[in-house]
């Protein structure tokens, strides 16, 4: 897998589902719509004013009590893990939700219905790379409270194994396991949420539970049932008897694996952990895992990961022949010295490109910045990366030299350290968007002696010379 392209993919067309929240007990339409490359996942409130959005990160969780709550800007989207789970197991990456209310459908309980939605919908490739964050330590998160405990270590693939035990005879200890995402829909998508019957009772009692019959949940016997208790169910299930099953579950539903909880605790985690924001190449092993677990281990991914992107300076082997040198690039660029800022590229792909100077004592705007202190201007760093970004644009036609490249907008520009005589700079731009028009947006670095000294967000667009 990751030596593997993977390509981003999104829904080909849009598809709605209709049905009640579970805990609100509101009628809800969720539409499962297309999605630009690098966009995520997010929801959309249609039924607020200004449809405003809530991306589906785990720094909005800011509720686990029953179900993953997200805040954004005020906007609350309650009960995300099942439709994110379907997304995730189906290998979607960009989608938008539109919802008209806060909570999704509860269907049946599971991800199946979200599913089918999108198979219905079809899925379609995208031209952009797959983010993926390959593990390669341990990274582990643990509530001392509860002893719940989720970690991940490397791993050839995403998988995820989940272990359930809540200290009851009834259910006992339950684990289960995906080796591979493609089998999410066959062996994990239609394993329903469950609780234990004195839960049942504290919400039926609170009015908690207004989703309809409760014939979207299994629920597990763990304590004698009262006439009392037995007369609330019949009428919270709309049925003239109630019994419990040889399983030791309410005969409500028919369980379609005996260890359908465990499954069920796996897809809870598959959607938490769509919340990381990136999608992650190692297995995840859950002990007794829940929304609050799964959503704090979501958090300390997140920043894991940006931490590690941000002071992550990639390593080239500088000995190697450079994919372009000096001669190359003067035949395509305009630049000429003093001001060609590029020695050589030594990698060149559809949607990024790495190119190298050194920089010597000779360079001829030492002589007056500083004197006694020579330091690289910062813009002439901008200017570098923006020529080695030029070559990425430059090489999508069959003619560079008839073109000329030009700065659009520069945004987020930042410089971290000084670059001085002797420096080698490594120089790293990447798409954050395809090529359209002869417009090129990238997203640029700048590295020497193993850090980044400088980074910006570069638009240009080429033109033919007149």
Request: net charge negative.
């Given at each position: 897998m990751s030596n593997t392209?993977?390509?981003?993919?999104?829904?080909?067309?849009?598809?709605?589902?209709?049905?009640?929240?579970?805990?609100?007990?509101?009628?809800?339409?969720?539409?499962?719509?297309?999605?630009?490359?690098?966009?995520?996942?997010?929801?959309?409130?249609?039924?607020?004013?200004?449809?405003?959005?809530?991306?589906?990160?785990?720094?909005?969780?800011?509720?686990?009590?029953?179900?993953?709550?997200?805040?954004?800007?005020?906007?609350?989207?309650?009960?995300?893990?099942?439709?994110l789970a379907a997304l995730v197991g189906l290998e979607v990456d960009n989608c938008l939700i539109e919802m008209n209310s806060p909570e999704?459908?509860?269907?049946?309980?599971?991800?199946?219905?979200?599913?089918?939605?999108?198979?219905?919908?079809?899925?379609?490739?995208?031209?952009a790379e797959r983010d993926i964050y390959v593990v390669k330590d341990v990274v582990a998160y643990k509530d001392e409270e509860s002893g719940c405990e989720i970690m991940v270590i490397p791993s050839s693939d995403y998988q995820v194994t989940t272990m359930v035990d809540y200290g009851t005879d009834v259910l006992g200890t339950q684990n289960a396991s995906l080796t591979k995402l493609s089998d999410f829909k066959n062996e994990i998508s239609e394993s329903r949420t469950f609780s234990f019957l004195h839960e049942i009772e504290t919400l039926l009692d609170n009015g908690l539970i207004k989703g309809g019959d409760l014939n979207n949940a299994i629920v597990y016997v763990d304590k004698e049932i009262s006439e009392a208790t037995m007369e609330k169910l019949k009428k919270a299930f709309e049925k003239d008897q109630v019994s419990i099953t040889p399983n030791g579950t309410l005969d409500n539903v028919t369980l379609h694996h005996t260890n359908e909880a465990a499954r069920h605790k796996l897809l809870d985690v598959i959607g938490d952990l769509a919340l990381i924001g990136t999608r992650i190449q190692g297995k995840v092993i859950a002990t007794k895992p829940g929304h609050y677990v799964n959503t704090q281990f979501a958090k300390k991914m997140a920043q894991l990961i940006k931490k590690e992107r941000r002071n992550n300076v990639p390593c080239y082997d500088l000995c190697q022949p450079p994919l372009m040198d000096i001669h190359k690039i003067m035949s395509m660029l305009p630049h000429r010295p003093p001001f060609l800022l590029v020695d050589k590229i030594i990698e060149l792909t559809d949607s990024g490109v790495v190119g190298v100077k050194n920089v010597t004592m000779n360079e001829p705007f030492f002589v007056g910045h500083f004197p006694g202190a020579p330091v690289m201007p910062g813009v002439l760093q901008v200017e570098a990366m923006a020529q080695t970004g030029g070559i990425l644009i430059l090489s999508t036609v069959p003619d560079p030299e008839n073109y000329l490249t030009y700065f659009m907008k520069i945004d987020n520009v930042k410089f971290k350290q000084k670059v001085l005589p002797g420096d080698t700079l490594i120089f790293k731009c990447d798409l954050i968007s395809p090529i359209r028009r002869g417009i090129c947006h990238m997203q640029a670095y700048a590295y020497a002696n193993g850090k980044i000294v400088a980074e910006a967000e570069m638009m240009a667009q080429i033109a033919k010379k007149k």
């Amino acid at each position: 897998m990751s030596n593997t392209v993977v390509k981003q993919r999104t829904l080909q067309n849009e598809v709605s589902l209709t049905g009640v929240g579970l805990h609100t007990g509101k009628n809800v339409t969720l539409t499962f719509k297309p999605a630009p490359e690098n966009h995520g996942y997010a929801f959309k409130r249609t039924d607020i004013e200004g449809s405003p959005v809530i991306p589906a990160k785990a720094e909005f969780v800011t509720d686990t009590q029953r179900g993953t709550n997200m805040e954004y800007k005020g906007v609350h989207v309650n009960t995300s893990e099942h439709v994110l789970a379907a997304l995730v197991g189906l290998e979607v990456d960009n989608c938008l939700i539109e919802m008209n209310s806060p909570e999704p459908p509860i269907m049946d309980g599971s991800s199946k219905y979200f599913v089918e939605a999108i198979e219905k919908a079809g899925i379609v490739e995208q031209e952009a790379e797959r983010d993926i964050y390959v593990v390669k330590d341990v990274v582990a998160y643990k509530d001392e409270e509860s002893g719940c405990e989720i970690m991940v270590i490397p791993s050839s693939d995403y998988q995820v194994t989940t272990m359930v035990d809540y200290g009851t005879d009834v259910l006992g200890t339950q684990n289960a396991s995906l080796t591979k995402l493609s089998d999410f829909k066959n062996e994990i998508s239609e394993s329903r949420t469950f609780s234990f019957l004195h839960e049942i009772e504290t919400l039926l009692d609170n009015g908690l539970i207004k989703g309809g019959d409760l014939n979207n949940a299994i629920v597990y016997v763990d304590k004698e049932i009262s006439e009392a208790t037995m007369e609330k169910l019949k009428k919270a299930f709309e049925k003239d008897q109630v019994s419990i099953t040889p399983n030791g579950t309410l005969d409500n539903v028919t369980l379609h694996h005996t260890n359908e909880a465990a499954r069920h605790k796996l897809l809870d985690v598959i959607g938490d952990l769509a919340l990381i924001g990136t999608r992650i190449q190692g297995k995840v092993i859950a002990t007794k895992p829940g929304h609050y677990v799964n959503t704090q281990f979501a958090k300390k991914m997140a920043q894991l990961i940006k931490k590690e992107r941000r002071n992550n300076v990639p390593c080239y082997d500088l000995c190697q022949p450079p994919l372009m040198d000096i001669h190359k690039i003067m035949s395509m660029l305009p630049h000429r010295p003093p001001f060609l800022l590029v020695d050589k590229i030594i990698e060149l792909t559809d949607s990024g490109v790495v190119g190298v100077k050194n920089v010597t004592m000779n360079e001829p705007f030492f002589v007056g910045h500083f004197p006694g202190a020579p330091v690289m201007p910062g813009v002439l760093q901008v200017e570098a990366m923006a020529q080695t970004g030029g070559i990425l644009i430059l090489s999508t036609v069959p003619d560079p030299e008839n073109y000329l490249t030009y700065f659009m907008k520069i945004d987020n520009v930042k410089f971290k350290q000084k670059v001085l005589p002797g420096d080698t700079l490594i120089f790293k731009c990447d798409l954050i968007s395809p090529i359209r028009r002869g417009i090129c947006h990238m997203q640029a670095y700048a590295y020497a002696n193993g850090k980044i000294v400088a980074e910006a967000e570069m638009m240009a667009q080429i033109a033919k010379k007149k």
